[in-house]
C-alpha cells in the first residue's frame, strides 16, 4: 500500500534534464492508497501555468469521479516571463517544449514525472489520460504519440498536431508534425470553428495544421474507418463527428 502523499493540494519540484521543474497536483478525499486510482495529465497553455488551469474544474471533477489530477508546468528561457509569470500567477511556467526546438525535454519530464508518482501513489496504469488546452492541447498531440505506451487517451481542446513555426529567436523552422504513434490511440478532439488563435482550418499566426489534418492523422495511425458519423445539434451549433 502507497500512501506518502494524502488527499489534498501540492506544488512540488524536481530536478529534470538539469533544470528545476515544477508541477501541481491533486489528490481527492476519497484516495485511501488501498485501490489503484486513475490519473489525469492537464496541461496548461502558452504564457500560462498550471496554477491558472485550477479554473477549468478538474480538481472538482476528479472528486467527483475519484481520480489524480495532475499540472505539470512549462518552462521559459527568459527572466521577464518568468518574473511575469511570478507576479500574475504566483509561480513559473509559460511553455512547453512542443514542437521540439527549445532543446527541452517536456516529453522526458513528464513521463519521469508520472513514473515518481506511481511509485508514491496508488495508480491505475491503465488509467492515465492526458488532456489541454492550446499549447497544452499540442503538447497532449505529442505525448500521445511519444506516450502511447503508457497513456489510455488523450483530449486535446483547440490545438493542432503540427505547423511551421519560429524558433525563440524568431527564425522559421521547417513543418513539424507529431511522430507517428507506436500503438493505437483513443482520441477525442474539442475545437471552437472561430477559434483566432489556433484556427480550426489551419494557418493563422502560428501556422498551424488544421482541426481536419489533426484529426486526419489519428484516423490513419489508429486504422479507422475514414468515412465519420456526422452528428449536428438541434441548434446547429454542435457537429459530432465519430
Known amino acids: 500500500k502507497k500512501s506518502s502523499i494524502s488527499p489534498g493540494d501540492y506544488l512540488r519540484f524536481m530536478f529534470f534534464g538539469m533544470r528545476l521543474r515544477s508541477y ?6 476519497s484516495y485511501d492508497g488501498s485501490n489503484p486510482m486513475p490519473l489525469v495529465v492537464v496541461l496548461h497553455g502558452f504564457a500560462s501555468c498550471a496554477k491558472a488551469m485550477l479554473y477549468v474544474g478538474m480538481n472538482e471533477k476528479a472528486d467527483e469521479e475519484g481520480f489524480i489530477a495532475l499540472y505539470p508546468n512549462g518552462h521559459t528561457y527568459k527572466l521577464e516571463d518568468h518574473l511575469w509569470s ?10 512547453y517544449d512542443t514542437w521540439g526546438f527549445d532543446n527541452v525535454d517536456d516529453v522526458g519530464f513528464i513521463r519521469t514525472l508520472i513514473e515518481s508518482l506511481q511509485k508514491t501513489l496508488e495508480i491505475n496504469s491503465s488509467r492515465m489520460y492526458v488532456t489541454g488546452f492550446s499549447g497544452g492541447a499540442g503538447m497532449t498531440y505529442r505525448l500521445g504519440a511519444e506516450l502511447s505506451d503508457i497513456i489510455a487517451a488523450i483530449a ?3 490545438g493542432s498536431i503540427g505547423g511551421i ?4 529567436y524568431g527564425h522559421p523552422l521547417p513543418l513539424y508534425i ?3 504513434p507506436e500503438h493505437p490511440l483513443p482520441v477525442i478532439i474539442f475545437h471552437g470553428m472561430n477559434d483566432s488563435s489556433v484556427p480550426y482550418n489551419g494557418g493563422g499566426s502560428l501556422s498551424v495544421l488544421s482541426v481536419n489534418e489533426s484529426v486526419a492523422f489519428w484516423v490513419v495511425h489508429n486504422q479507422c474507418d475514414s468515412n465519420p458519423q456526422i452528428d449536428i445539434s438541434e441548434s446547429g451549433n454542435i457537429i459530432k463527428s465519430t
Not at 86 to 95: N, R
Open 178 to 180: 507529431i511522430p507517428e
Open 156 to 158: 486535446p481542446v483547440a
Open 86 to 95: 511570478l507576479l500574475y500567477y504566483g509561480q513559473w511556467g509559460f511553455i
Open 165 to 168: 513555426f519560429t524558433d525563440r
Open 24 to 29: 501541481r497536483i491533486h489528490v481527492p478525499p
